[in-house]
């Protein structure tokens, strides 16, 4: 067994796993928001989990850092925090901050992060940054938003884990990425039954269309046997 110590807390753990997992495992909370457990890869875009370690000249993503024997971490050092609140405060300049309207309202990791970390929901520090893209997902059950959408990635993993392969995917670069589907048939898409796409989104950025799509859900999948 590997053993580590966070926060002054001595732990002891496998290998096989970032030090980010095994800390959320053991209750000790690091700001993250495009982790998702059974990712082989974390995408690492949001910028929020860095922690210090001692020996390292700067904080580091926790997402990627494989634990070590000996190792000591610091998962609430003064530039860490302001790194972390650095992070949210840009995402939130671009995102379309409208809780009461939102379904993901009082149960949306945006809110938990902002006051855990302190941030305003709608900061003074920063201009906001409207995206009018204008991109619409090209699906017939789900409908997305990409003034909402955190690029978390966690919608194109969970599609991945369902069928072996992501018909989510990102399109365009930088400011202007949105998630899309790149199969247009609606015979061929395997989604009647599924809705782990629209359950793992953190902020409600993708959604079932309306109460028809509601309903075509229950129905079972023209191709049972398509991946």
Same mark, same amino acid.
């Given at each position: 067994?590997?053993?580590?110590?966070?926060?002054?807390?001595?732990?002891?753990?496998?290998?096989?796993?970032?030090?980010?997992?095994?800390?959320?495992?053991?209750?000790?909370?690091?700001?993250?928001?495009?982790?998702?457990?059974?990712?082989?890869?974390?995408?690492?875009?949001?910028?929020?989990?860095?922690?210090?370690?001692?020996?390292?000249?700067?904080?580091? !993503?926790?997402?990627?850092?494989?634990?070590?024997?000996?190792?000591?971490?610091?998962?609430?050092?003064?530039?860490?925090?302001?790194?972390?609140?650095?992070?949210?405060?840009?995402?939130?300049?671009?995102?379309?901050?409208?809780?009461?309207?939102?379904?993901?309202?009082?149960?949306?990791?945006?809110?938990?992060? !902002?006051?855990?970390?302190?941030?305003?929901?709608?900061?003074?520090?920063?201009?906001?940054?409207?995206?009018?893209?204008?991109?619409?997902?090209?699906?017939?059950?789900?409908?997305?938003?990409?003034?909402?959408?955190?690029?978390?990635?966690?919608?194109?993993?969970?599609?991945?884990?369902?069928?072996?392969?992501?018909?989510?995917?990102?399109?365009?670069?930088?400011?202007?990425?949105?998630?899309?589907?790149?199969?247009?048939?609606?015979?061929?898409?395997?989604?009647?039954?599924?809705?782990?796409?629209?359950?793992?989104?953190?902020?409600?950025?993708?959604?079932?269309?309306?109460?028809? !799509?509601? !309903?075509?859900?229950?129905?079972?999948?023209?191709?049972?046997?398509?991946?």
């Amino acid at each position: 067994m590997i053993k580590v110590n966070v926060d002054g807390r001595a732990i002891e753990v496998g290998e096989g796993q970032s030090l980010l997992a095994v800390c959320l495992q053991q209750g000790i909370f690091i700001p993250h928001l495009c982790f998702l457990e059974g990712m082989p890869e974390s995408p690492a875009s949001c910028r929020l989990c860095f922690v210090d370690i001692q020996g390292e000249p700067a904080p580091v !993503a926790s997402c990627k850092v494989p634990p070590w024997d000996g190792m000591v971490v610091r998962t609430d050092t003064e530039r860490v925090r302001r790194l972390q609140k650095s992070a949210l405060r840009l995402l939130l300049s671009v995102h379309h901050v409208d809780c009461r309207n939102c379904p993901s309202n009082k149960k949306c990791v945006l809110q938990d992060l !902002a006051k855990f970390l302190g941030v305003p929901l709608k900061s003074k520090k920063l201009e906001h940054l409207q995206r009018e893209i204008g991109v619409e997902l090209d699906h017939p059950l789900f409908q997305f938003v990409p003034e909402r959408c955190v690029l978390c990635e966690k919608c194109i993993a969970v599609c991945r884990q369902h069928n072996d392969f992501s018909l989510l995917t990102f399109a365009k670069r930088g400011f202007n990425t949105v998630v899309t589907c790149f199969e247009k048939d609606p015979d061929r898409l395997p989604c009647s039954d599924c809705r782990a796409c629209v359950e793992i989104c953190p902020v409600s950025a993708i959604f079932l269309k309306n109460e028809a !799509a509601e !309903a075509c859900l229950d129905q079972p999948p023209p191709f049972p046997d398509s991946p």
